[in-house]
Every structure is written in C-alpha cells, then in structure tokens.
C-alpha cells in the first residue's frame, strides 16, 4: 500500500529542490546581466543605464528572496508569513523605484503602491510581533 503522505512529501521535496535550482540559475544569470549592464551606462546615457542598472539589481533582490523562501521551506516544510511579505514588499518597492525613474506613474498608481506598502508594513510588523515562535 502507498504512505500518501510520504510519497506527498517526496513529490514536494523534488519540486522545491527543482525551483530552488532554476532560481539559482536566474541569480547566476541575473548577476552576469548586471555585470554587462555596466557598459551601458558608459555607451549609452548615464540616465538610461543606471536605470536599467538598478531595475536589475532590484529584481535580483527579489530572486533573492524567492531563494530564500523556498530554502525555508525545504527546511522546515512551511513558509513564513514574513517571508511572503517580505518578497511581496521588495516587488512593490521595485515598481515604485521603476516607475519613478521612468517617470511613467499616475498618482493614483503612487498612491496605491504606498498603501499596498503601508498595509505590507503593518502585516509585516504583527507577523514579528505575534509570532508563533515567540510563544
């Protein structure tokens, strides 16, 4: 008779060890896109590269976090709520830092980001707090 919990198990351990791979991959990737973004900022205009520049670093960061997530997670078989809020406050700053480089944001966009990151905060904040971990 198949153990379903154990074969569950298995089945999840493979694919995380899988994600955790191809996010180790993209950071590999990632870092050498940075590293020939360099020259751009000499080639093309110092505004433009540097923008570039920093939505790539950015977007590393939140790789980053994915990575770290999912490294948790095969640890201790669950994801922390601050490690969601974590990654999902890293995207919302990434945009609003996108956004205001390219200078393409409404306010109504900016708004909502900042309550987004307020809300994140707060979430953010009471997870700490009130965690299990501290019982």
Same mark, same amino acid.
């Given at each position: 008779? /198949?153990?379903?919990?154990?074969? $569950?198990?298995?089945? *999840?351990?493979?694919? %995380?060890? /899988?994600?955790?791979?191809?996010?180790?991959? *993209?950071?590999?990737?990632?870092?050498?896109? %940075?590293?020939?973004?360099?020259? @751009?900022?000499? /080639?093309? @205009?110092?505004? #433009?590269? $540097?923008?570039?520049?920093?939505?790539?670093?950015?977007?590393? $960061?939140?790789?980053?976090?994915?990575?770290?997530t999912f490294a948790d997670y095969s640890r201790f078989d669950r994801i922390k709520l601050t490690d969601?809020?974590? %990654? *999902?406050?890293? /995207?919302?700053m990434r945009e609003i830092t996108v956004g205001l480089y390219s200078k393409s944001f409404t306010y109504?966009?900016? $708004? +909502?980001?900042?309550?987004?990151?307020?809300?994140? #905060? *707060?979430?953010?904040?009471? +997870? %700490?707090?009130?965690?299990?971990?501290?019982?």
């Amino acid at each position: 008779m /198949i153990d379903h919990p154990k074969f $569950f198990k298995k089945i *999840t351990d493979s694919i %995380v060890t /899988i994600i955790l791979y191809v996010l180790l991959l *993209t950071l590999i990737a990632g870092m050498l896109r %940075v590293l020939l973004d360099i020259r @751009s900022v000499a /080639i093309d @205009s110092l505004d #433009g590269g $540097f923008n570039k520049i920093v939505t790539n670093i950015l977007t590393l $960061f939140i790789v980053i976090e994915f990575f770290k997530t999912f490294a948790d997670y095969s640890r201790f078989d669950r994801i922390k709520l601050t490690d969601i809020t974590d %990654v *999902t406050i890293l /995207i919302a700053m990434r945009e609003i830092t996108v956004g205001l480089y390219s200078k393409s944001f409404t306010y109504e966009m900016l $708004f +909502a980001l900042s309550a987004l990151l307020l809300v994140l #905060g *707060t979430i953010r904040v009471l +997870a %700490v707090r009130y965690s299990p971990e501290r019982a």
